[in-house]
Structure formats: C-alpha cells, structure tokens
C-alpha cells in the first residue's frame, strides 16, 4: 500500500511505478544560481557618478529580487515537463505490454473510426474517445476486441494516473504503426474524453468514388495528399496490400499493379472500392506513384497526418 492509499500488487504495475521514479525531479537536482553583485554602497555613488551605471544597477537590484519567483517558476516547469514526459512513458509501456503484431491493425483502425468523425462545419466529432459508445454502430464492427484489448492498459495506467480513452487510442495507434516497423511518431497527450458518443454517419462509406471520398476528407480538414497518406494504414490488414503486419509501402505498389483487374486467384479480393478508388483519380495517383517510389517520404507524411489526425476535434485540459 502506498501513501496514496493504492496498491500495486502485479509486476508490470511495480515497473511502471518504477519508470515514474526514474523521471522524478526534485528541487534538489536543480542547479545552484549562484550571483554577485556590487555592494548597495558602490550603487548609490554610481548613482550619482554614472547614470548609465546606475541604471544597470536598478535592473541588477530587479534580477536579484526576482529570483527567487524564476527559481520558482523554472522549478514548476521542470516538474510539468517531467510529469508530461512520465505519463507518456507510462501509456506507451503499458500499451507495449498488450499489443503484439498480430493485434496492431485493428488497434490503428480504431483510431480513425473515433477521430474521423469530425466535422469543421459542426465542429462535431473528433478524438474523443466516444468510440467506446459507439461500437455497436455497423461502421465499427470488429472494433470490440481492440478496445477491450487496450482497456486491460488502461485499467493499470488508470491506478497511476488517469488517462483519457482518446490519449490511450492514439499512443496505441502509433504504437501499432511502430511495432509493425512503420515510423515512430510522438504522440501529445491530454485530451479530454466525450461524455457522449458522436453524430452517426460521419466516417467514410467504402462505395465512395474518388471525388466523394476527397470531399468527405476535406470536410474533416484533410487535403488529397493526406487522405492518400492516411490511406496508407490500409498496408496493415487482411486486404491484400503486402505483409498484414509490416508497416511499409506496399499498399501504393499493390494500388498501381491494380490487381482486382485479373481474375486470377485471390486477387481480385485486394482492397476496399475506396482504395481502388483513389488509383483513378490523377490527384490521388500522383501522391500513389511518389509513396511507391519513396517509403521515407510515406513514412514522414504518415507521421505528420496522423499527428493531425489524432488532434482533430480534440478537447484538451488546461495545462496541455
Ligand atoms: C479512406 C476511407 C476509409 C474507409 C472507407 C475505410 C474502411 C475500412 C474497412 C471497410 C475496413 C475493413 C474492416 C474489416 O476487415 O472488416 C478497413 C480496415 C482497416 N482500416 Fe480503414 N478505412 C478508411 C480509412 C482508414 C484510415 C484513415 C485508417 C487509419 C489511419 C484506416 C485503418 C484501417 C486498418 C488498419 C484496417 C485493417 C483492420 C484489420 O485488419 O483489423 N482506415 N477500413
């Protein structure tokens, strides 16, 4: 039992408390100021000998005085920055602990169908964490399993320290995309949770054509070449664009091999109407033949619009 009055009896708790002494700051840590100046006496004759001495000797006497609110002041940073960096720690090692390759798609997955029911118009929707009233909505069927998944991390990141639904669904994604080799992307935690679910029929249908998909994106406040980017987490998954649990760039090479044209074996199965979609809009290609050329490239534009994605609609707390 702790001062707290909590109990961390399992192991994985022990050493997530653990990490949180690690990034614990003291005043004792920080540096000593130490500051001379000229006695009080040589002041007052500079006073009347040198203005321009004196004036540096006011602001002298204002630094001195107000060290001790800059002591204070660095102090609560640290401490801010420290916490930050800490509950971060605590969230991702919780998350590593649940999530194995195999799990990886359906986690980043749910990440869009909470954060892609945003609207700029209504200013409705979000990363809000009210997927967990929605799951039983068609558009998230399968979504059960990964919530309650990240549910058993959240039950021990909880006992430390309370974390939002939204902050744990986007460290996991970006976990999910890391654990499968895509890019590492950092993750700001904060967010508040809705009390509410969503509006309905806010996430894109997969029958869309390319010019409807585009405008459904542009309402949420993403550009073409971020729908294509966002599209991208579709290389993770059964739909047949490469490896299910490798992040990488297959799904632009497999798009303009369009293999749902033969008829040979499984592959007409690959991809949604969507993905097929996007190949026959010249925007949407262009973006498509760069991301199969360069996987760097997808890489750092994944990594930014996922950022985007993942504060789209986002309430925050106040020291965020
Ligand atoms: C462009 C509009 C999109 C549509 C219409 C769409 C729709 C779908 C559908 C119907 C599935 C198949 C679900 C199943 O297997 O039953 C799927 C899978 C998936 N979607 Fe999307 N999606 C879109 C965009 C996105 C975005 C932006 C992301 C993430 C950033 C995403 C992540 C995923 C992942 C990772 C899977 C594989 C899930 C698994 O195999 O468990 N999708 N999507």
Same mark, same amino acid.
């Given at each position: 039992m702790t001062a707290t009055g909590v109990s961390y009896s399992s192991a994985s708790l022990s050493s997530a408390a653990a990490s949180r002494r690690i990034f614990k700051i003291t005043t004792k840590n920080l540096p000593v100021l130490s500051c001379r100046r000229k006695p009080i006496k040589d002041f007052s004759s500079a006073v009347e000998n040198d203005s321009k001495l004196a004036s540096f000797g006011r602001r002298g006497m204002l630094f001195v005085t107000a060290i001790p609110f800059f002591l204070n002041l660095h102090e609560s940073l640290v401490g801010l920055r420290a916490n930050a960096a800490e509950d971060y720690f605590l969230v991702k090692e919780e998350v590593k602990k649940v999530l194995s390759k195999g799990k990886a798609a359906g986690v980043l997955r749910l990440v869009f169908h909470d954060a892609g029911t945003f609207e700029i118009e209504e200013n409705s929707g979000g990363m809000n964490g009210s997927i +967990?009233?929605?799951?039983?909505?068609?558009?998230?069927? %399968?979504?059960?399993?990964?919530?309650?998944? !990240? $549910?058993?991390?959240?039950?021990?990141?909880?006992?430390?320290?309370?974390?939002?639904?939204?902050?744990?669904?986007? +460290?996991?994604?970006?976990?999910?995309?890391?654990?499968? %080799?895509?890019?590492?992307?950092?993750?700001? !935690? $904060?967010?508040?949770?809705?009390?509410?679910?969503?509006?309905?029929?806010?996430?894109?249908?997969e029958s869309l054509d390319a010019s409807s998909l585009k405008q459904c994106f542009q309402r949420k406040g993403f550009s073409t070449q971020e729908l294509v980017a966002l599209s991208g987490a579709h290389t993770l998954g059964s739909k047949g664009f490469?490896?299910?649990?490798?992040?990488?760039?297959?799904?632009?090479k497999i798009l303009l091999e369009k293999p749902w044209s033969s008829s040979a074996g499984m592959s007409s199965m690959v991809g949604l109407p969507t993905d097929r979609a996007l190949v026959e809009d010249d925007e949407c290609l262009r973006w498509i033949s760069m991301y199969a050329n360069d996987q760097d490239l997808f890489f750092q534009d994944f990594r930014n619009v996922y950022i985007k994605l993942v504060n789209t609609g986002a309430m925050w707390k106040p020291s965020s």
């Open positions: +967990v009233f929605e799951l039983d909505r068609p558009e998230n069927t %399968g979504l059960k399993k990964p919530l309650k998944i !990240l $549910g058993k991390a959240k039950a021990e990141v909880d006992m430390i320290q309370p974390v939002s639904w939204a902050d744990m669904i986007a +460290v996991a994604g970006a976990e999910a995309v890391s654990v499968c %080799g895509g890019p590492i992307i950092p993750v700001q !935690l $904060g967010r508040i949770d809705s009390m509410f679910p969503d509006p309905e029929g806010k996430l894109p249908q490469g490896n299910p649990t490798v992040f990488d760039n297959s799904y632009f």
